[in-house]
């Protein structure tokens, strides 16, 4: 899932969250943290908007979050149809809000008020808060509460239900606690005045919700075009590597084969490579550092039973067994230097083909128990900050590869298989770009540009396709 429409979804539902402070619970919620709903004053008010914002907050991400946990395992999520219901989806509520159409169906269904009279003030607004993040157990005051939940359940894609659903608990909490505070001086009497007496306001907030959900399904509807678009590359193909308009792959009866622009060349070698301006190739007992520019040999670095290979401008990382154990090393493409140990795992454990970018390095860490995406940074003398990026008891990870600051692999889960894009230094999964179900064609390793991600599709028998999706 792009980022463009992450954001989309994040500002739907921080609109569609915010127009309801005009229901009913929302006028009340106001008015029962605000200094005159208690005895406590100030001191209380402040602590139950403490409260109540970040429970709104939990509330917005378990509805939003399960729902697409439930579209994910029912296996409504990705594909193009997937887009296209929700895009739909997003239209519908879009015009049911730019006409003001009354909410159908409507929970008419209120806070609980004597929460407040046997509870403290802090403990009874963070059930408020959960109330009204939750979505569907108070008033409804746009046809996008509805919509997004029926998005999050189609896409079936739990970081976006998540992105959706903080948000919404942001939109319903930030007009209470902006204006619980202010509920007994006269600017704040006036704003609520003006949000009771104007339907004309409710009429913007609703029209505000109808942009934002167009948006939102004008996005979907590219996405929908790009999760079918995987254009073949080569057929056979497997295990891709790039370098700007630069590929290296493996076709025909293991030949490893360069393609750029002016054609294709056989590298001679069992395994390779390219990165930054070198092609490096796996020649019998030796990793031939190559020119990609006219393919001269830089360096010779010797090495044996070498089966995976990266490259970039300063490091070649490669991948041999010793005994039961994968072993990543490192050299410097030049040849100077000592050899770096990077990692070892032993049988049944196994280490992913390695990915290189700069001094930064990434593979993959496959156990009985855990799988890992592991980031670490070489230098002459070894390896420092190392790094699980991703850590999942549930979800293999395979085919890392490298661009720009940014990983691809490949999502392994019991019923799909995905294609996520993540920053190292962010957080989750990452974005989905590509997701099919998890049958044959099988999704294998992977290489990132800045607008494709390139993959192998293995079919039953083991034939191997190379294709590309956008990102």
């Known amino acids: 899932m792009s980022e463009a429409l992450l954001i989309a979804l994040a500002l739907a539902g921080l609109l569609v969250g915010g127009t309801g402070t005009w229901s009913p619970c929302g006028f009340s919620m106001i008015e029962t943290i605000g200094p005159t709903g208690h ?3 100030m001191r209380t008010t402040i602590a139950a908007c403490a409260t109540f914002a970040p429970f709104a907050v939990l509330g917005g991400a378990i509805t939003f979050g399960l729902l697409a946990l439930l579209g994910e395992a029912v296996g409504g999520a990705g594909g193009t149809i997937a887009y296209v219901v929700a895009a739909a989806l997003a239209v519908a509520a879009a015009v049911a809000e730019a006409r003001g159409t009354p909410i159908v169906p409507q929970v008419r269904r209120q806070l609980p008020i004597a929460w407040r009279r046997i509870m403290p003030m802090p ?10 993040g939750l979505g569907f157990t108070t008033f409804v005051l746009s046809y996008g509460v509805w919509a997004l939940m029926g998005i999050s359940l189609a896409l079936g894609d739990v970081q976006a239900g998540l992105v959706v659903g903080v948000a919404f608990g942001i939109g319903r909490a930030l007009p209470i606690v902006v204006l619980a505070p202010l509920a007994d001086r006269r600017s704040g009497e006036r704003a609520c ?3 009771a007496m104007r339907p004309g306001l409710l009429r913007g907030a609703r029209a505000g919700d109808a942009i934002t959900l ?3 399904s004008a996005l979907l509807i590219g996405s929908a075009a790009s999760a079918s678009a995987a254009r073949k590359e080569a057929n056979p193909g497997s295990d891709p590597s790039v370098s700007g308009p630069a590929l290296v792959y493996e076709g025909k009866d293991g030949q490893v084969l360069l393609r750029t622009p002016s054609g294709r060349v056989d590298l001679h070698g069992s395994e390779a490579a390219v990165g930054g301006r070198y092609v490096a190739v796996a020649r019998g007992s030796e990793i031939a550092v190559l020119e990609l520019h006219g393919l001269e040999k830089v360096a010779s670095l010797p090495a044996s039973g070498v089966d995976a290979l990266a ?3 300063r490091w070649v990382v490669s991948r041999h067994r010793e005994g039961k154990r994968d072993v990543l090393s490192a050299r410097r493409t030049d040849g100077s230097g000592s050899p770096v140990f990077v990692a070892s795992a032993k049988s049944p454990a196994q280490l992913s083909r390695p990915a290189v970018d700069g001094s930064t390095v990434v593979w993959a860490l496959g156990k009985k128990s855990r799988n890992s995406l592991v980031r670490a940074k070489l230098t002459g003398k070894g390896v420092r900050a190392k790094r699980r990026l991703i850590s999942s008891k549930s979800v293999a990870i395979t085919g890392p590869s490298l661009s720009g600051g940014k990983v691809a692999y490949v999502a392994t889960t ?6 996520r894009v993540r920053r190292l230094g962010g957080r989750g999964l990452g974005n989905t770009v590509y997701r099919q179900r998890k049958a044959p064609p099988t999704l294998w390793t992977t290489a990132l540009t800045p607008d494709r991600v390139y993959v192998t599709r293995v079919a039953r028998g083991g034939h191997g396709t190379l294709v590309s999706v956008n990102r």
């Open 39 to 41: 005895t406590g004053g």
């Open 123 to 132: 403990l009874a607004a963070a059930g408020y808060g959960v109330l009204l």
């Open 193 to 195: 005045e003006a949000m």
């Open 214 to 216: 167009l948006l939102v």
């Open 311 to 313: 490259v970039g401008n």
């Open 414 to 419: 019991r019923k799909r298989q995905t294609i």
